[in-house]
């Protein structure tokens, strides 16, 4: 900040961040986090000295998506409060000059809701489903002997259904649609493996469904 007139003086100061608390519910993660600070003007024009403090408490919001390229997304949403408003003691009272503040808060919390989606990504979820995608072209044995019977699964389709917060854990829910054929006798060739499919849903439902010719 300019100071008028000019003079001399050192700015000293410590951040500290407290224990970060993580919940969630349904597909909502609850992030907040404490945070107090310490900020002193040591030897102001070689006469005085001033030392501001603040604490305040920073709340998150994280809902997650999922592009139909299986990219992360993250609508997030922060917030803060003062615990004690940033300021100094003078003569007896609190001087808080939060206004001052807030505007460079609300610059660091735009750049975090920037930053989150590329976090996300190192989470790498499209490489993780697409070995499961690959690992689920099979055959299947139904049974050894008398006569062999055997079931090749060959993936359709995979979609999207949503995320859920359960006893700790983030999970992905997926929707897969396969097709499965029977064969008595030889051994069917394995389906070759097609690249993983876009999504075109934004949340599956759950559940499965059967649909089986019977003569």
């Known amino acids: ?11 000293v100061g410590e951040i500290r961040r407290g224990h970060i608390r993580l919940s969630g519910k349904g597909d909502v993660i609850h992030l907040t986090m404490p945070v107090s600070a310490e900020v002193s003007a040591k030897d102001v024009g070689h006469i005085i ?11 998150a919001n994280i809902r997650l998506g999922m592009t139909p390229g299986w990219r992360p997304t993250a609508k997030v949403e922060i917030d803060y409060s003062w ?4 300021g100094i003691e003078l003569l007896g009272k609190r001087v808080t ?9 609300q610059k ?25 995608w690959k690992a689920g072209f099979g055959t299947l044995e139904l049974n050894a002997r008398n006569p062999e019977v055997w079931m090749r699964v060959t993936p359709k389709r995979l979609d999207f259904g949503g995320y859920e917060i359960r006893d700790g ?14 064969f008595v006798g030889t051994r069917p060739d394995k ?25």
């Open 169 to 182: 854990h983030l999970l992905l829910n997926a929707e897969l649609e396969a097709g499965a054929e029977t």
């Open 108 to 132: 660091i919390i735009a750049k975090l809701e920037q930053s989150l989606p590329a976090k996300l990504e190192k989470l790498q979820p499209r490489a993780r489903l697409e070995e499961v």
């Open 49 to 59: 000295s001033e030392t501001a403090t603040a604490a305040a408490e920073a709340r």
């Open 83 to 86: 615990t004690e408003k940033p």
């Open 97 to 105: 000059f939060a206004k001052r503040a807030d505007p460079e808060l």
């Open 191 to 215: 389906p070759v493996p097609t690249p993983l499919p876009n999504s075109d849903k934004v949340g599956a439902s759950r559940g499965f469904v059967v649909t089986a010719p019977v003569i």
């Open 1 to 11: 900040a300019k100071v008028t007139p000019s003079m001399s003086c050192r700015i």
